[in-house]
């Protein structure tokens, strides 16, 4: 048998995805709650377009989301009957701090997560949880100008002190940010980055992971010395980098898109910024108020493992027409070897298997695959049982393909991979499009792209082909009626 009995199943979700209620419970404004829906999307992603508040003539799905916030009850036990080891979910800091620079907590958002954790426990779920996936309270924002600011890590570090402190015993596995990397793609997004004009951009997003990079590392102190059993983990949206070609440069472009892909987790993993670093920092002018007190601290308090996203490898070329492919904020090459989603990304289950060993091989840290799925366009259809379900043979059909080179990594290359919690186990809205119909869930959620539907939720048959994956720890890969 390829997995550990105590192997993690289960899958994830992000707060501002999926909890809604972003007025409920003291909860502030937070820059994932601005992002809207439709042509605009990407530029207040990436920081170009500024937008610190909700304004007429807009839709903002994450401010409803799928409801979990009042819904989190029906949505695990659903997750129970799957048969979940773990659920992946985050925290929205700024119900816990509304503005974020507050002294005391927002004790109705301590009790909602508290409440969540211990439904979770309820079944035996163990909650993995995220401390920040892309949250950052909009205070902290207009207020300090996001993570370009030092003072940031202090606002931080009463979070996660707060939040290991309250959750002692009933939260275990952590993850400080999600996809850190992000921060060089969507600014905004990942890190609350506006950009005047004329400013540096480049410095400004160095500088920022910096500011995350320490404070990951206090979490991560805190979180031992508050909890022994406590397990922290960095994040990283991954993918290996093929050249496009064995022209010698496009090799060394895909080395170079490889290193900026893996300098933060260096950092995190191994406890210091590499030479190569050091070097483009050098290059670039860039100061990124290194103190020797920082060096100490993330020395001493590297991660005690290593989660990713995967859904795609990636390709590049230093070659001039070749065509170009889109994914998870990544654009690169069009790989013509391999199939493509109706969103363009492109699909490589072996890709994932290339990525764990290059991860494994280079930090000899436990892996944990926290994201991985198919964003399709679902159709409900009557089951013929009085209800409704998703005929989804092609999640499936995906996931299926991933699992076996899940597989092949652990039992064939000594992999060591402590779970898989495939993205959007439930439909939620999609981060890229701010799309209700890039479904990814074992669940359908009755919710269009302007906010049309009446929420309730519906068994997709990747639900019971899940139910049976984990049943028998990773080794049924079919439903009956495929065999």
């Known amino acids: 048998m390829a997995f550990s009995k105590n192997f993690l199943w289960g899958g994830a979700t992000a707060a501002n995805q999926c909890e809604g209620a972003y007025r409920e419970g003291g909860r502030g404004l937070a820059n994932v709650d601005v992002i809207p829906h439709g042509d605009e999307r990407g530029a207040v992603l990436r920081g170009e377009k500024c937008m610190t508040e909700i304004k007429d003539g807009y839709y903002y799905p994450a401010l409803e989301g799928i409801d979990f916030y009042h819904c989190y009850k029906a949505d695990i036990k659903l997750f129970a009957e799957m048969g979940f080891k773990t659920f992946r979910l985050s925290i929205a800091w700024s119900r816990i701090y509304p503005n974020g620079d507050e002294m005391t907590p927002n004790e109705e958002g ?3 997560y508290e409440d969540v954790f211990r439904e979770c426990r309820r079944y035996g779920i163990e909650p993995l949880v995220t401390i920040t996936h892309f949250d950052c309270p909009m205070h902290l924002i207009t207020e300090y100008g996001g993570w370009k600011n030092r003072r940031m890590i202090e606002f931080y570090k009463r979070l996660v002190t707060t939040l290991f402190t309250r959750y002692k015993g009933l939260v275990k596995y952590w993850l400080t940010f999600n996809e850190i990397n992000m921060i060089l793609h969507l600014p905004f997004l990942g890190a609350g980055l506006l950009f005047k004009e004329g400013e540096d ?55 170079k898109k490889e290193r900026e892909n893996l300098l933060f987790i260096d950092v995190q993993a191994r406890g210091y910024y590499p030479e190569y670093a050091k070097r483009k920092f050098m290059r670039m002018g860039l100061d990124i108020g290194m103190t020797e007190e920082d060096r100490q601290l993330l020395k001493e308090n590297t991660v ?13 070329t230093t070659q001039e027409g070749v065509g170009e492919s889109v994914g998870n904020a990544f654009k690169g090459t069009k790989n013509p070897y391999l199939k493509v989603s109706e969103w363009g990304w492109q699909i490589d289950p072996l890709g994932l298997r290339i990525t764990l060993n290059t991860l494994y091989d280079r930090y000899q840290k436990p892996l944990f695959i926290v994201e991985n799925g198919l964003g399709a366009r679902d159709e409900l259809i009557e089951d013929g049982q009085g209800s409704y379900t998703v005929d989804d043979g092609y999640r499936i059909e995906y996931l299926r393909e991933h699992v076996k080179a899940m597989k092949q990594a652990v039992e064939e290359d000594g992999v060591e991979l402590w779970g898989y919690t495939p993205w959007g186990c439930i439909d939620l809205v999609s981060a890229s499009t701010g799309e209700m119909s890039k479904r990814y869930g074992f669940v359908y959620v009755d919710r269009d792209n302007a906010g049309n539907g009446s929420m309730k939720r519906y068994k997709k048959k990747s639900f019971y082909w899940y139910q049976k994956v984990i049943e028998s720890n990773g080794e049924d890969l079919f439903l009956e009626k495929e065999n």
């Open 110 to 112: 301590l009790k909602f």
């Open 201 to 255: 951009r480049e410095e400004a997003k160095y500088l920022s992971a910096h500011h995350e990079l320490v404070a990951s590392a206090w979490a991560t102190k805190i979180a031992h010395e508050t909890d022994k059993e406590n397990k922290v983990g960095c994040m990283l949206a991954a993918g290996e980098y093929y050249p496009y070609s064995p022209l010698p440069e496009d090799v060394w472009e895909a080395k």
């Open 304 to 316: 005690d493992f290593i989660s990713l996203s995967y859904y795609s490898s990636r390709c590049v």
